[in-house]
C-alpha cells in the first residue's frame, strides 16, 4: 500500500506545482505529455497519408513503364511555367507555415496571424492556378472519361509536332491524365482541407489563442502542410517534367 | 478443486455505488462520451447488431447449399447474399470485434492511464463505424452488392450496375474508424503508460493489439485509395483498371490485397492477445516464453505485409513474383506457430481449470491450427493452383477467422464481461453454448476441406449433385453453430441484471484491470498506478491478498 | 526509489526553437532545387538518368522539408522511427508489386 500513497502524494504536489493550463486535458499527466501525444498522432496519421498517395504512386510507376510514350505527350501538354511557379508557391507557402509556427512559439500574436494569413494566401494562389489548369484541360478535351479526345495527340498541332503517337498509344494518354487528375486532384482536396483548417487557426490566433504556450495545433498543422507540399514535390517532377527534352 | 470460480456470498455482495455506467445518465451523456469505456459499450451493441446481419446472410447461404440447384435463390441474389456476408462479417465484425469492444475498454486501463489519447477521435471512430454500417444496409435494402467482398475488377468496375459505389464508400469509412482506433492504440500504449509499466511489463493484450494498430493504420489507406480508384472507374470512367483503355485489372488486386492480407492479421492479432490471457489466467501460470510471444506479434505484422499476392497465385501475376510470395508467406507462418507453442508451454504444468473463457481458448488452439497449417498448403504454389477458388480456400480462412478469432472475441466477452459489467454470465449455460459452437464449428466447415479438395467451387449457387451429402452436413452444422452463438447473446443480456454480482477479481487474475473495481470508475483508477510488478505475477497477486480485505462489491 | 521514475517524462526535444535565418535557408534551397530541376528535365541524359536525376533531386528536397520545416532532426528518435516505417512500408508496397510487373515479361519460367 505505500507506493499507492507516494504515488498519490507526488502526483497530487506535482499536479499543484505545474501550471495548470485551461487547454490541458485532464487524462494527460502535464502538458508536455499532451504536446508530444499530439505531435505523436498527427505523425501516424501522416503515415496513413503516405499509404493513402502512395497508392496513386504505384499506378502511376507501372504505367509509365507501360505507356512511357503515350505519358511523355501527356506531359507536353502541361504548362511548365504554372507547374514551376505553383511549385515555388507552395515552397513559399512551407516557408510561411514555418514562420507561423515559430511566431507561435515565441508567442507573438501579430506575427503568427500575419504568417498564418500569408499561408492562406498562398494555399489560395495554388488552387487557383491549379482550377486555371483543369479548366485548360477541359477545353482542350483531355479529361478522362467525361470528354477526352486524342485527336491532339493523333494529329497534332505545329506546336506539339514531335509527340505524334500512333492511335493505340494514343489511347493511352487517357491513362497518364487519369492519374494526372487523380493526383493532382486528390492533393488539391488535401489543400482545400488544409486552407479551410488554416482560416479555423486564423480566427482562433485572432482571439488570443496559440501565443500563450499551446503551440500544439499550429505546430501539428505545419506538419499537414508541410506533407501536402512534399507530396506536390514528387508529383510536380513526375507529372510536368517527363522528358521536356523531346 | 472445483472447477467453477468461487463467487462472493451474494447476499452480502454489492455492485459499486459509482462507477462509469451511472456516473451520468442519458442518452447524450452516452452519444457524446470521451469514455473509453463507454464508447468500447456502443461498439459492443452495434457489432453485435451486425454479427447477427452477416449470421443471417450466412444461414441464407447454407440454405441455398442444401440442395444443389439453385432452387432458394437465383445466382444473382446468391451472389448478393453472399457479398453481404463477407461485407459485414469482415469490415462490421471482425476488424473492429476484439479492438473497438475489449481493446477500447481495456487498454487504458491495462497501461494505467486514465483515457486513451484522445477520447474525441475514438468517439469519431464509432460515429464513422455506424455510418459504414448505414451505407451498407442501404445497399442491402437498396438491391445489393454482388461483387463479393473482394470488389474484384473488372466486374465490379465494368460489368455489374449494382449499388458497388456505396459499398465501397461504406468500406472507405469503415476503414478510417479503423485507423483512428488503430492510431489511438499505438499513441496510448508509447505515450500513456504509468510509471514503472515498462514496454516488457505490459500484458501481451497490449502486445497484441499494438501490433495489430500498426497494421491499421498502415494498411487500411492502402484500401481507402483502392476504392477511391474503383468510384472513380465506375462514375467517370477514368480507366486505370480497365484494359481498353490501357488499364491493368490485376492492379487493383495489387492494391487491395496489400491491405486484405494484413486485414486478417489486424483481425486475428487482437484475438491472440485474448487468448494469452486467457491461458495465463486459467493455467495459473505465466505465458511461457513472453518475450517471444510479444516480438512474434510484432514479427506476424511486419512480415503480413510482405505476402498479399499469395491471393493471386492463379490471376495472372509473373511466376517469379509468385515464387518470391509463396517463399515468404512460408515465413510468416512462423511466427504464429511460436505463439502455439508457447501456449502450449503455458498450459503444460498448470492447474488448468475448464471454465468458459478457458473452453473458447481451447477451441481456438485447436481450430486456429487447423486453420493456419491449411494456410500454409495453400501458400505452397502447386496445391494452390488446384485448391484456390474452391471450398477449401472457403473452410481455410473459416477456420482461422470463426474457428480462431471469433472462439477468442467470445472468450475474451466471458473473461472480461464481470469487469465490464459488474456480473457473472451463468456458468453451466455458457459452458453448453462453448460446446455447442465447437461441435456445430467442425460439423459446419470440416466437410468443406473435403468438397475443396473434390472441386467444389466457391460462391456458386448451384453444384453437382455428389457434393450434396457434405453440403448437408454443414448446413446442419450451421444450424447448430447458430443456436451456439444464440445462447450467449440471450444468457449475456439476461445476466446484466440477474447475474451474480462478480467484485473487482472473480478470477483471481493479475493485470492492472482486475485491481479496480467492477465496473470501473470513469477515470479508472483513484490515483495512478506505480507498477513494480512483472506481468502474469502469481506469487504478486498471492502476496497482495495477504494483506488486504477483499473486496466485495 | 528507481522503479517511480515517470517513463514516459517528455524527452524535451520540443523546447528547441529553429531559427528563422535556417528556413529561409531551407526555403531558399528547395527554390534553387527546382530550378535544377526544370532544367535537368531540358537536358538529354543517357538511358533512364532524367528519372534519377529528378526523383534524386526531389528526395533531396523532400528530406530537408522534413528534417528542419518538420523539425525531425530536432525530435525524439520515435518519431524518427515513425518517419521511417511510413517510407519503409511505401517502398515495400511499391517493390514488391515491381517485382510482378518487371518479371511479367520474363516468360513463364
Known sequence: MDSHTVAAQTAETAHVDHEHPPYLRHHFVNVEQQRETATFGMWLFLLTEIMFFGGLFCAYLIYRNWYYPAFVAGSHQLSIFLGTLNTAVLIASSFTMAMAVHSSEVRSRKALITWLLATIFLGCVFLGVKADEYHEKWEKHHVPGLNFSTADFTHPSKDYKDDKLAPDMAEKTQVYFSLYFAMTGMHALHMIIGVSLLTILVIRAWGGAYVNGHVAPIENFGLYWHFVDIVWIFLFPLLYLISRHQ | MSTIVKLPDQSTAQLPKVSYLNKEYGLKSWLLTGDHKRIAMLYLISITFFFFIGGAMAGLIRLELLTPPSDLLAADTYNKVFTAHG????????????????????????????????????LLSWYLYIV???????????????????????????????????????????????????????????????????????????????????????????????????????????GVFDPTKGGDPLLFQHLFWFYSHPAVYIMILPGMGVISEVISNFSRKRVFGYTA???????????????????????????YSAL???????????????????????????????????????GFLGLFTIGGLTGVFLGSMGMDIHLTETYFIVAHFHFVMVGGMLMAYLAGVHFWWPKM????????????????????????????????????????????????????????????????????????????????????????????????????????????????????????????????????? | MAETKHIDEPTHHEEHIVSPGLYMIIGSLLLICTAITVGASYIDLPGDLNAVVALGIACFKATIVVLFFMHVKYSSRLTKLTVAAGFFTFIVLIMMTMTDYASRAWGRW
Open chain 2, 324 to 362: 518470391v510470395f509463396s517463399l515468404l508467406t512460408m515465413l510468416v507462418a512462423v511466427p504464429s506457430a511460436i505463439k502455439i507453442f508457447n501456449w502450449s508451454a503455458t498450459l503444460y504444468k498448470g492447474s488448468i481449470t475448464f471454465e468458459t473463457p478457458m473452453l473458447y481458448a481451447f
Open chain 2, 421 to 553: 459489467t459488474g456480473r457473472m454470465y451463468p456458468e453451466g449455460v455458457s459452458k453448453l453454448a462453448a460446446v455447442i459452437t465447437f461441435v456445430g464449428f467442425i460439423l459446419t466447415f470440416f466437410p468443406q476441406f473435403i468438397l475443396g479438395y473434390l472441386g467444389m467451387p466457391r460462391r456458386y449457387a448451384a453444384y453437382p449433385p455428389e457434393f450434396q451429402v457434405l453440403n448437408v452436413f454443414s448446413s446442419a452444422g450451421a444450424s447448430v453453430l447458430g443456436i451456439g452463438y444464440m445462447l450467449p447473446l440471450l444468457y449475456l443480456t439476461w445476466s446484466l441484471k440477474y447475474g451474480k454480482i462478480a467484485g473487482a477479481n472473480p478470477w483471481q487474475a493479475t493485470g492492472l484491470e482486475w485491481q479496480i473495481q467492477s465496473p470501473p470508475l470513469t477515470e479508472n483508477f483513484i490515483e495512478t498506478p506505480i507498477v513494480t510488478h512483472e506481468a502474469y505475477d502469481y506469487e504478486w497477486l498471492e502476496s497482495k491478498k495477504g494483506s488486504e480485505v477483499p473486496t466485495v462489491g
Open chain 2, 293 to 319: 510471444v510479444a516480438f512474434s506479434s510484432v514479427a506476424i505484422a511486419v512480415f503480413g505485409f510482405f505476402v498479399w499476392a499469395h491471393h493471386m497465385f492463379v490471376m495472372g501475376i509473373s511466376n
Open chain 2, 132 to 238: 459504414a454500417g448505414s451505407m451498407i444496409i442501404f445497399t442491402l435494402v437498396a438491391g445489393g452488392v454482388d461483387t463479393g467482398w473482394t470488389f474484384t475488377t473488372p466486374l465490379s468496375t465494368h460489368y455489374l450496375n449494382t449499388h458497388v459505389i456505396t459499398a465501397g464508400l461504406a468500406v472507405f469509412v469503415a476503414g478510417f474508424s479503423s485507423i483512428f482506433t488503430g492510431l489511438n492504440f499505438i499513441v496510448t500504449i508509447h505515450r500513456m503508460r504509468a510509471p514503472g509499466m515498462t514496454w516488457f511489463r505490459l500484458p501481451l493484450f497490449v502486445w497484441s493489439h499494438y501490433a495489430a494498430s500498426i497494421l491499421m493504420v498502415l494498411g487500411t489507406p492502402v484500401l481507402a485509395i483502392t476504392l477511391v480508384l474503383v468510384v472513380l472507374e465506375r462514375t467517370i470512367g477514368i
Open chain 2, 87 to 122: 461485407i459485414v462479417m469482415v469490415f462490421l465484425f471482425l476488424v473492429p470485434s476484439v479492438p473497438a469492444t475489449i481493446g477500447n475498454f481495456l487498454i487504458p486501463i491495462m497501461v494505467g492511464a486514465k483515457d486513451l489519447a484522445f477520447p474525441k477521435i475514438n
